[in-house]
């Protein structure tokens, strides 16, 4: 069993939709990061929790840590949210380990 | 300030050749990661270094090595290429000295391993 599931694997969906993708994750962490990937490569930190909550733009981060459960949601999806969002856990120290990625694609 | 750059962006080398990649971090940021990314495996930690030393390490063979320098720039080298090692190569930076920080990462090297 991978350390980060992530959930769905791929999804589609119309503008203007609301869009959750949820993170599950079984180690101890430090903290837990949400990236987009866009085609091409690279690569962009949107969040990172440690507790609670956090919005920017029409992008919104939880983390339940005693549930071990991150989700990340879109409002008002738009095309150019397409990409390939990345969940990560920050184990202690300072490594990263990853989910397997769910690819957005948002039809206009 | 400038982001994290990543030298070369692509880079075609044939088996049982090695190979150097070079990151720069953003600039105050001593710490520096390397990630190897795969279709098959995803993203797959490498190592982090932290003020010259390595800090942590994923699960990669020797052939895999690193090393960071006194302005906290980096290197990795592959030795003794395998086809599977075709692959994004991405370095991201922080600013932690304890873990905890946000990561910027650059735009990647491109290996493929012919």
């Known amino acids: 069993k991978n350390e980060v599931e992530q959930s769905p694997q791929n999804l589609t969906a119309q503008e203007g939709e609301f869009i959750t993708i949820n993170c599950s994750y079984s180690?101890?962490?430090?903290?837990l990061h949400w990236l987009q990937q866009h085609p091409g490569g690279g690569i962009v930190s949107l969040f990172m929790?440690?507790?609670g909550k956090k919005k920017h733009g029409r992008l919104i981060a939880t983390i339940n840590i005693q549930e071990k459960h991150s989700s990340l949601h879109i409002t008002a999806s738009h095309p150019r949210d397409s990409a390939v969002y990345i969940c990560?856990?920050?184990?202690?120290?300072?490594?990263?380990?990853f989910g397997a990625g769910t690819i957005l694609r948002v039809k206009s | 300030k400038a982001g994290v750059t990543q030298t070369p962006r692509y880079l075609i080398k044939t088996r049982g050749q090695q190979v150097t990649l070079s990151c720069s971090p953003i600039?105050?940021?001593?710490?520096v990661s390397w990630y190897q990314q795969t279709p098959g495996q995803g993203l797959q930690f490498l190592f982090e270094?932290?003020?010259?030393?390595?800090?942590n390490k994923g699960n990669f063979p020797g052939r895999f090595s690193g090393r960071q320098f006194s302005n906290s720039r980096s290197e990795m080298n592959v030795s003794t290429l395998e086809l599977g090692d075709s692959a994004l190569y991405l370095c991201?930076?922080?600013?932690?000295?304890?873990?905890?920080?946000?990561?910027?990462f650059g735009p990647g090297t491109r290996l493929l391993v012919l």
């Open positions: 929790l440690s507790s």
């Open positions: 180690v101890g962490i430090s903290a």
């Open positions: 600039s105050g940021h001593r710490s």
């Open positions: 270094y932290f003020s010259e030393t390595q800090r």
């Open positions: 990560a856990v920050l184990e202690y120290g300072n490594k990263l380990v």
């Open positions: 991201a930076s922080s600013s932690s000295d304890g873990g905890g920080e946000t990561q910027y």
